[in-house]
């Protein structure tokens, strides 16, 4: 049974606060960059983005960044298939950046730590925080992310399904049961 955690205002809510949170901890917006990992992450950093713009009246780096080459499942016998990358470029510079990745769910940690590996294959920045608009724990890795949304447990059988209007024609958040 599907149940609804947040609609669309309650999203829109938590992506300003944490906008508020990335800028208030940066102490502005010298030296940031945005990066939205594929594929959610990607409009989400853009919205948060879209709030800095206005609030501050200043136009961040934004940047996407497509992890298919640095996870860690990838090298998985079964995989019989070669990964499609959509683009190995970020659009923008990182080295001495303050670099906030954003995806709409931190889970085991791997995604992230794919991302960071991949990242540092463009450069060098400053600094690296994570932004994701639920944390639904079970960490394999000792990654956190600093700037959260909402932290929702969930059970080993459950699953978050973050929907965008821009792929998904709706904003919410749902846990969901996984199909057996």
């Known amino acids: 049974m599907t149940k609804e955690i947040w609609d669309a205002s309650a999203m829109k809510r938590a992506l300003t606060r944490i906008t508020y949170e ?12 945005l990066i939205g990992i594929k594929t959610r992450g990607v409009y989400l950093a853009q919205r948060i983005h879209d709030r800095i713009q206005k ?6 780096p934004l940047g996407q960044l497509d992890i298919t080459l640095y996870r860690d499942d990838r090298h998985d016998a079964s995989l019989k298939l070669d990964p499609v990358v959509n683009s190995k470029d970020l659009g ?11 995806d709409d769910v931190i889970f085991t940690g791997r995604t992230i730590r794919a991302a960071m590996d991949a990242l ?21 890795l000792p ?7 909402k932290n929702i447990p969930t059970s080993s059988h459950e699953e978050i399904a973050v929907h965008v209007e821009e792929i998904d024609n709706k904003d919410n958040v749902e846990l969901k049961p996984l199909p057996q």
Do not use: C, Q
Request: without cysteine; negative net charge; charged residues 30%.
């Open 143 to 149: 990654i956190r992310a600093d700037f959260v949304g």
């Open 55 to 60: 609030l501050e009246g200043v136009d961040v």
């Open 92 to 102: 923008i510079e990182i080295s001495n950046k303050h670099v906030i990745l954003v």
């Open 22 to 33: 990335i800028i208030e901890r940066n102490k502005g917006t010298e030296d940031l960059v």
């Open 120 to 140: 540092m294959d463009k450069g060098r920045p400053s600094s690296i925080a994570v932004a994701a608009l639920v944390d639904r724990g079970h960490r394999e």
